[in-house]
């Protein structure tokens, strides 16, 4: 036979030919999940997002990193991060992100820890007109700041549960003030 026929094999030959595709079809498979990842996550990559600070000087129970933040009632970013405020410890300070192709927060907004009954909370943003400004970092801050109010559902507290509760918030004390636009659609009346 001659040795350059394609029925003629080396015996040192046998084996590699199986392994040769393998190897190969394993670089192919790991280029394709790579594509995958990329194509799917594409709306993550090109997504624009701005965060937010929001500080509260009450508990915020139920409310963790990756938590929803809606902007009346439309989910439009998420928690990032909740910590205790490293210059003040009495406020609890949360940071957001937003994705600026839904909405734009402005300076008349307000930010409120909206409980559900399972426990879990979330953040619901109110207010905001047209007219007002977008909101912008203060000199020397990293991020701008969105008013932080009292969720005045939890004003309905019975009052046995608020003289178990000593500096328990009630509506309207220990808060910043709202304009009218806001308070009209809260509950707190």
């Known amino acids: 036979m001659n040795r350059h026929s394609p029925d003629a094999r080396d015996p040192g030959d046998q084996g590699r030919?199986?392994?040769?595709?393998?190897v190969r079809s394993f670089y192919v498979a790991i280029i394709l999940v790579v594509a995958a990842v990329l194509w799917l996550g594409r709306t993550e990559f090109s997504q624009e997002v701005k965060r937010y600070y929001i500080f509260y000087r009450y508990p915020v129970t139920g409310l963790s990193k990756g938590a929803d933040v809606h902007y009346?009632?439309?989910?439009?970013?998420?928690?990032?991060d909740v910590r205790i405020d490293p210059d003040n410890?009495?406020?609890?300070?949360l940071t957001i992100e937003v994705d600026l192709s839904i909405v734009r927060i402005k300076s008349d907004a307000h930010?409120?820890?909206?409980?559900?009954?399972s426990?879990?909370?979330y953040?619901?943003?109110?207010?905001?007109?047209?007219?007002?400004?977008?909101?912008?970092?203060k000199p020397g801050h990293r991020y701008a700041e969105i008013a932080g109010s009292f969720d005045c559902s939890r004003c309905r507290l019975s009052a046995s549960t608020r003289r178990?509760?000593?500096?328990?918030?009630?509506?309207?004390?220990?808060?910043?003030?709202?304009?009218?636009?806001?308070?009209?659609?809260?509950?707190?009346?």
């Not at 030919?17 to 393998?22: D, F, I, K, L």
């Not at 009346?72 to 990032?80: A, E, K, T």
């Open 119 to 121: 426990g879990v909370s």
């Open 89 to 93: 410890i009495e406020l609890a300070q």
């Open 164 to 189: 178990l509760t000593p500096g328990w918030p009630s509506c309207g004390g220990g808060i910043r003030p709202l304009s009218s636009a806001v308070l009209a659609r809260s509950c707190c009346s």
């Open 111 to 117: 930010a409120f820890l909206t409980n559900i009954p």
């Open 123 to 137: 953040i619901q943003i109110i207010g905001g007109t047209r007219e007002a400004e977008e909101l912008q970092p």
């Open 72 to 80: 009346n009632g439309i989910p439009v970013g998420r928690v990032v």
């Open 17 to 22: 030919a199986p392994w040769r595709v393998v």
